[in-house]
Each structure stands twice: as structure tokens, then as C-alpha cells.
């Protein structure tokens, strides 16, 4: 009888610990374990240490440490507060630029790190405060360095489309080709958002005034602080989508790159170099309990009818194909209310993708629209990561209630573009498709 309600008892297990505070690493690894020690006895827990050996031995995964070291000699060498200075200089003198600039700079850091925590810290710490200095509205504000920040789960280099590419068997270049086109798309909108709101609201996001302006040879100046930021996004991106390199080598290469910029801009000392090696350490690390906590969990869930009770609800949707999209799309959604994105992964992708592609629509496609709604689990409240990324930035300087608020119209322009990627696949396949031309 239990294991009829196994799988609805382990989430509900799971959810409960989350909500005590327990960390999502361990709160999966003990629902999984607890789980099958109950069910099958002690001999179960090879069965849990093979899964977990199964992640931890994929070659592709080794991207992950690459580029969350790129990440953080990035923040180290204070070259993200150097594209935020050039990109607002430019942009200043619109109403809304600074909070355009956001976006702006939160898509770079993408392009260059893949790592969502350092695009939201590295914009609240930076842009939040000249957007509220110069009497930006604080909702506005807070809503941009989310969703700028936010960009780099689309634009590649991403840590998650990593994983999606290593659980699934997805080409991790053509995701990233997709995420290159859908980013840009939806970075465009978050832009179209901001510039008429602000034409609407004179008092939202004032331009500058002439005075503080910045003029032309400083603006023509600054550009020279993005120009080997630039050759570097241009490097790895370039190596990985010509095939030159593989996702694992472009993550080294630019590691490689952002040393040597690093040490010719001369903004990262030795023991500045040794932190981030520490920090590596410790996210890599963390990242690499979560990943085994998803393991530990999806193989029990999976063993105790998990996947096979989520399937018979896709395929019962009414609609056909149409409602096993509608369905898997809601379960992620659900499941990123609540988890982190690579957990999210580890435990939906092995279901749901498969699902889909038996459904008849393209795994290249549904990869794409599964990293697009993915982007939503870190706005989404009650455990929207970027709320706590940018929470952390700002300390109690602003309420976590106001951040919450603030993700709603972003959420709303995010669920905009999934349905338009959705209504026009082509929108999401045509780089991948032009790639492999």
C-alpha cells in the first residue's frame, strides 16, 4: 500500500525539509535514503552509491568547476563594475538606461561565466545602487538586477544546460546555440519593457542629467574596458560553436583567457587568485552534493514508480500532445517554486524529456523551452534563488517582501517569451540549425 503513495509521501518529505531550512542537498540525499532503507532494506544503499558514481563520473560535468572559476576571477578582478561603467555611460542619458545597462551587463556576465550567482551579486552590488542613487523606482531596480542577472541560465556558456546535455544526451552546443538566440530575444523584451514603461512613467527611470552625462571621448574611452572581455566571450563561444572545442575545452580556454586578462589589466593579486581558487572549491563542491542529493532521490523516486506515475498523468492530460506539453511545462514550473535549478534538472529531465519526445516534438526544441521556463525557477517565490542571490547583495538595506514583488513583471515577460518560442519553434531552432549548416 505505501508504495502506491510513495512517491507523492517522498515530495511531501522533501518539501517539508526545505521548508525547516535544511539544505536542498541534503534534504534530497535523506528523502532518497530514508526512503530506501524503509523499502528495500540496507543492500539498497549500492544501488543509491551507483547512481550517484553514474553523475559524478560524466565527463561533460567537468565544465561545471571551469566555468564557476571563470566566474569568480571575473568578480575578483573587477572587471564586471568595468563593463557596468562603460554600458552606463552609453546609456545614461535615456530614461531607463541605467536600468537597460543592467540588463546589458547582466547578459555579458553571461556570455562570459554561465553563473547566475555572480550576474545578480555583481549587479546588486554595483548597478542596484547608482539605479536607486539617481531616483530609479526601487521596484524597477530591484526587477532588472534579477532578471539581467538571471540571463546567463540562457546565454552560454550555462552551468545547466551543461547538465541538461549530460542527463538527456543533448548536443550541449546546440543548446547553447539555442540559449545564444533565446537570450538575446529575451533580453530584447526585458529592454522593450523598461524603455516603455519609462516613456509612460516620466518618474520611473529618469535619463540623466546633461551635466552628469558623460561625453563623447569618455564615452569612446571607457570602450576600451570591454575589449578583452569581449575577445574572450568571442573565443570560447566561437571555438565551442565552430566545434574547435568541446564545451569541456571552451570552459578551459576561457578560464586560460581570463587569467591572462586578468594579469594584463593588473586587478588580481595572488591571494585574490588563491580566494577564488577557494571559492571554486566550495561552489563546486556544493554543486557537487546537490547533483548527487538529485541522484540519490530520482533513483528511489524512479524505483518506487515515481516516473511511471508522473507519465500516466502527462499522457491522461487531455489535449494529446498539446496537454503533455501544457502538463510538463506546469510541473516544472511547480517544481522551481521549490528547488534549485540543478536539482530541478536532475529529477525532471529524465521524466519529462522523454515523454516529450515520444509526443513527437524535437529534444533539441523541448531542451531549449525547458532552459527558458527553467529561468523562471529563479524568480519564482517561495525559494526563487536570485531573490536570495540579491538578498544577500543588499543585506537588510530592503526587505525580502519588496524583492518578491519585484520579480512579477519579469515572470510575466518570461512566460511571454516560452509561449512565443512555443507558437514559433523556429525562433529557438534557427541558430542551432544554421550551425549545423
Known amino acids: 500500500m505505501i508504495l502506491e503513495y510513495a512517491p507523492i509521501i517522498m515530495f511531501l518529505l522533501l518539501f517539508l525539509l526545505l521548508f525547516l531550512g535544511v539544505p536542498i542537498a541534503f534534504s534530497l540525499s535523506f528523502t532518497g535514503l530514508v526512503f530506501a532503507y524503509f523499502l528495500w532494506g540496507i543492500q539498497s544503499t549500492s544501488l543509491l552509491t551507483s547512481a550517484v558514481w553514474g553523475v559524478m563520473n ?20 573587477n572587471i564586471i563594475a568595468d563593463l557596468y561603467e562603460t554600458v552606463y555611460k ?3 542619458g535615456l530614461r531607463g538606461g ?3 545597462a543592467t540588463i546589458l551587463v547582466g547578459a555579458i ?9 555572480a550576474g545578480v551579486i555583481g549587479l546588486g552590488l554595483i548597478a542596484l545602487p547608482q539605479m536607486l542613487k539617481y531616483k530609479y523606482q526601487e521596484n524597477l531596480s530591484l526587477g532588472a538586477v534579477m532578471a539581467g542577472g538571471t540571463l546567463g541560465q540562457l546565454i552560454p556558456p550555462s552551468l545547466n544546460m551543461v547538465v541538461y546535455g549530460a542527463i538527456t544526451g543533448v548536443s ?4 547553447f546555440a ?6 538575446v530575444f529575451l533580453a530584447g523584451l526585458f529592454i522593450v519593457y523598461i524603455l516603455v514603461r519609462s516613456l509612460l512613467q516620466k518618474d520611473l527611470a529618469p535619463a540623466l542629467e546633461k551635466e552628469k552625462r558623460a561625453t563623447w571621448e569618455e564615452k569612446f574611452k571607457s570602450l576600451k574596458s570591454i575589449i578583452l572581455p569581449m575577445v574572450l566571450i568571442f573565443v570560447v563561444l566561437g571555438a565551442i560553436f565552430t566545434g574547435t572545442a568541446t564545451p569541456t575545452e571552451g570552459a578551459a580556454v576561457g578560464v586560460l583567457g581570463t587569467i591572462i586578462i586578468s594579469l594584463v589589466t593588473k586587478r588580481l593579486s595572488f591571494k585574490g587568485f588563491q580566494d577564488s581558487l577557494t571559492a571554486t572549491l566550495k561552489m563546486s563542491g556544493m554543486v557537487g552534493w546537490i547533483l548527487a542529493g538529485a541522484a540519490c532521490f530520482s533513483s528511489v523516486f524512479s524505483g518506487v514508480g515515481g516516473n511511471r506515475l508522473v507519465a500516466d498523468m502527462a499522457q491522461a492530460a487531455p489535449g494529446g500532445k498539446w ?3 501544457v502538463f510538463s511545462l506546469v510541473f516544472i514550473i511547480i517544481l522551481g517554486m521549490f528547488l534549485e535549478t540543478m536539482a530541478l534538472i536532475m529529477l525532471a529531465a529524465p521524466i519529462i524529456s522523454p515523454l516529450i519526445a515520444d509526443a513527437g516534438f524535437d529534444p533539441l526544441w523541448w531542451g531549449i523551452i525547458f532552459m527558458v521556463v527553467l529561468q523562471l525557477a529563479y524568480l519564482t517565490p517561495p525559494f526563487g534563488f536570485a531573490i536570495f542571490y540579491l538578498k544577500s547583495a543588499v543585506g537588510n538595506k530592503i526587505p525580502i517582501e519588496k524583492i518578491y514583488k519585484a520579480t512579477i513583471p519579469f515572470i510575466i515577460l518570461q512566460l511571454i517569451a516560452a509561449i512565443v518560442f512555443i507558437v514559433f519553434p523556429d525562433l529557438a531552432l534557427w541558430l542551432p540549425g544554421l550551425l549545423k549548416k
Open 58 to 77: 560524466n565527463f561533460t560535468l567537468i565544465a561545471i568547476p571551469l566555468f564557476i572559476f571563470m566566474s569568480i576571477l571575473l568578480e575578483k578582478s
Open 90 to 92: 552609453w546609456s545614461g
Open 98 to 100: 541605467l536600468a537597460i
Open 109 to 117: 556576465i553571461g556570455a562570459i561565466s554561465g553563473v547566475v550567482a
Open 172 to 175: 550541449v552546443t546546440s543548446l
Open 178 to 183: 539555442g540559449g545564444l538566440g533565446t537570450g
Open 323 to 325: 496537454g503533455i506539453l
